[in-house]
């Protein structure tokens, strides 16, 4: 049996060491066949991460994989927060890369939208940037993996 991968992401899914679900039920965290809960997903460990980011910081997108145990998969977090149901209300704007930049093109109006919502919680830009000494999101050890504070 093959088995099955995601194309955004190119993991495996995997649950419990079996090829059980399919993708879009691993990343959604449902066996669609009877509604049944599976244990948490990488989308819903990242969606969990960022539900804890407070108003008035920032996180980058590899610190939020490191943050759900997911390592160096930062892309991951991206595809994440675009396919995370509406219910859920998330705020994905505090979300920016590595440079302290936030990851639409300059000319969109997502671009626009996420700077506004960042500046309307206080943060400043200069230079199209945040600084993360500044604004960084610093939690505490309690409920996340150990292996990422080992990295700060």
Known sequence: ???PRCTDCMSYAV???LWTVSVYEFHMGVH???GDP???TNYQRIWDV?????HGRVATYGQIARLAGLGQHARLVGYALHHSPIEHDLAWHRVINANGKISFPH???RYHRQRAKLE?????FTNARVDLNTYR???TSEGFPDEYFAQE
Not at 50 to 54: E, G
Not at 120 to 124: L, T
């Open 1 to 3: 049996m093959e088995k």
């Open 15 to 17: 649950i419990h060491g």
């Open 32 to 34: 669609a066949s009877h």
């Open 38 to 40: 599976v244990p948490p």
């Open 50 to 54: 960022v539900a804890q980011i407070p």
């Open 107 to 109: 000319s969109s109006n």
């Open 120 to 124: 309307a919680e206080g943060i400043v």
């Open 137 to 139: 999101w610093r939690p």
